[in-house]
Structures are given as structure tokens and as C-alpha cells.
């Protein structure tokens, strides 16, 4: 018998996790199988508990989900705590476990994959969801100069830089307007205008000259990226390695190994590429 394992969002049929997963479990020799469940609006607890009765061993948790998904869980990791938002949940004897992975896993994507050390520069996030609350603190710990959160409802942005107050001189929070006359070295969109073609209304000076431009959305190309192609970042990339990477920090937790991330984003790339 395989464990059963998905993801759980609203939209989910884009997501790229059960190739991911599928490709792990190959190359680790897993026996497990991941599916993607679509969840209406106000249906993710009952998805989740359905789940869970048919055996369900663990889910990822995206799109409208992870703040909920850390209200229902009953236990959590540190790096979930400091999130308030979970993207993976496992289920066991100790009742629903949350972490969130996605911090490490674009923290990883971005020194690992795309050699950048955040130390001493200066970091834009738009958005404040939960995307954007599970890499605040990851981000933070790799000692940028400072961490402006922007978001286009702006009391979430300064609410959300109020929790990490204890570093307040680094992190602040405001609205898009707010950034004019603002240069970052790396501007990471944590929203998601891009999956309904929205365009940030970020002035263009926020891609500062070297910058580089950071959308975690993947597999098509987005208003935002084109906005900091035409604003002068140096380089723009999509969030395929990060999504790899938290990917594998979730299996890491739910079969306690770690597979290697390379071939199986090189395999993505591959397989997204026009022909
Ligand atoms: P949430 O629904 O929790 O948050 C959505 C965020 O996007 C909010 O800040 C919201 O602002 C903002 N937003 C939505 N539409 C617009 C718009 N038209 N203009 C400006 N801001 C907008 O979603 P998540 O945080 O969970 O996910 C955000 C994105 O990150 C998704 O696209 C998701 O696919 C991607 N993602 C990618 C990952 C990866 O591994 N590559 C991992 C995690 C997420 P407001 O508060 O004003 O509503």
C-alpha cells in the first residue's frame, strides 16, 4: 500500500507538486502517492478531515489555505509559529502537525540555485498572505540590511512587520505608493496579481540597478517580471526553484530524507520549455 499524500488549494490545477512529489519518490524509491484536491472557498476543513479519514498521511497547503490550515492545525514547528501560516501539514498519532517550508525553500532557491547572499542588501516583499508571512522570518535570519513589506492593503503589510517588532529597526511595513524614491537589491512578489495577469502598482524605481527581480509564481511569464524588466533589474527569474525546494523541505518531514532538488528542477525546466 502506498501513503497517500497532496496538495490542497483553490486554483490547484495548476499546481506543479504531485510531479514534484512523483519525482522524488522515484528517485528516493518512496512508495507514495500525491494528489491534487481543489477545495471550494469555505470547504478546506471538511477537505482536510476528509482527507484524513481516507488515510491521508500528509498535505501541502497553498493558495487561499495556509492561514487556516495554521488556525486547524494542533501542534507546530517554530518556523510555522513565526509564520502564522502553514503550507505542510502531517498527520499522525500526535494529531495535525503544521510547519511552513516555503521560507526555507525560497531562501534556499536563492543562495543555492541562484548564488545570491541576502546579507547586507536591501529586500522588497510585496504582498502579506500567507506566502509572504512564511518567508519573513527565514529572510530576516539571513541578515539583509533591511526588509520592507508592501502590500496593497497596507495595514496587513504593517501589521504584519508589527509581529517581527523585536527587529524592528530591519523590517517595516506600507503601502506600494510608499516605495517611491525607494531602491531594493532584491524584489520578491509574493502575491498573487500574477495568476490573474495583475500588474503591482509599484513605482519603477524599486528595481534598483544589479537588483534582482523575484516572482513566486512560476511556469508562465507574469506582468510583474516585465514591469522589473522594464524597470532595469539585472536579472529576473520565476518561483520554480522555490517551489522545488519547499517540496523537498516537506518531504524531508513526512519520509526523513532529503532528495537532491537539482535534477528534478532541471526536469521541470525541461519540461515547461516551449518546444
Ligand atoms: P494569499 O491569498 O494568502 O495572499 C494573496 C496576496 O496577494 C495578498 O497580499 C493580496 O493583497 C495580494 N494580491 C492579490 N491580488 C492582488 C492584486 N491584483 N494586486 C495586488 N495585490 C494582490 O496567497 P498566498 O500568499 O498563499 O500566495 C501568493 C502567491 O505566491 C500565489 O500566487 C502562490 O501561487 C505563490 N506561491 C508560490 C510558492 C512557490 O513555491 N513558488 C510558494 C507559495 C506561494 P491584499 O492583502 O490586498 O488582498
Redesign the pocket.
Given at each position: 500500500m502506498s501513503d497517500r499524500y497532496a496538495v490542497i488549494g483553490n486554483p490547484v490545477g495548476h499546481s506543479k507538486s504531485p510531479r514534484i512529489h512523483a519525482l522524488f519518490a522515484r528517485q528516493t524509491g518512496q512508495a507514495m502517492v500525491y494528489e491534487a484536491i481543489l477545495a471550494p472557498p469555505d470547504g478546506f476543513a471538511r477537505a482536510l478531515a476528509e482527507f484524513i479519514a481516507a488515510g491521508g498521511r500528509g498535505m501541502n497547503v497553498?493558495?487561499?489555505f495556509?492561514?487556516q490550515a495554521f488556525r486547524l492545525a494542533e501542534r507546530h514547528s517554530p518556523r510555522a509559529l513565526g509564520a502564522r501560516?502553514v503550507?505542510t501539514l502531517a498527520f499522525g498519532e500526535g494529531g495535525i502537525f503544521g510547519d511552513n517550508t516555503?521560507g526555507a525553500?525560497?531562501v534556499r532557491d536563492l543562495k543555492f540555485n541562484l548564488g545570491l547572499s541576502i546579507r547586507g542588501k536591501r529586500v522588497l516583499l510585496?504582498?502579506?498572505?500567507?506566502?509572504?508571512?512564511?518567508v519573513v522570518l527565514p529572510l530576516l535570519e539571513e541578515s539583509p540590511a533591511a526588509l520592507v513589506i508592501a502590500?496593497?492593503?497596507e495595514d496587513?503589510a504593517r501589521q504584519l512587520a508589527a509581529e517581527f517588532s523585536s527587529r524592528a529597526e530591519k523590517v517595516s511595513g506600507c503601502g506600494f505608493a510608499d516605495l517611491s524614491g525607494h531602491g531594493f537589491d532584491l524584489v520578491i512578489n509574493?502575491?498573487?496579481?500574477?495568476?490573474?495577469g495583475?500588474s503591482?502598482?509599484l513605482p519603477r524605481c524599486v528595481f534598483g540597478p544589479g537588483s534582482l527581480a523575484y516572482d513566486?509564481?512560476?511556469g508562465r511569464p507574469t506582468p510583474f517580471l516585465r514591469q522589473a524588466r522594464e524597470g532595469g533589474a539585472a536579472q529576473v527569474t520565476d518561483?520554480?526553484g522555490?517551489?522545488v525546494e519547499?517540496a523537498a523541505e516537506s518531504f524531508l518531514l513526512w519520509r526523513g530524507l532529503r532528495p537532491d532538488t537539482a535534477p528534478v528542477l532541471a526536469e521541470l525546466r525541461r519540461e515547461s520549455a516551449p518546444p
Open positions: 497553498t493558495i487561499p495556509k492561514e501560516a503550507n516555503d525553500g525560497l510585496a504582498g502579506a498572505g500567507g506566502a509572504a508571512r512564511g502590500n496593497r492593503t496587513k509574493a502575491t498573487s496579481a500574477s495568476l490573474s495583475a503591482l502598482a513566486m509564481v512560476y518561483g520554480l522555490m517551489l519547499q
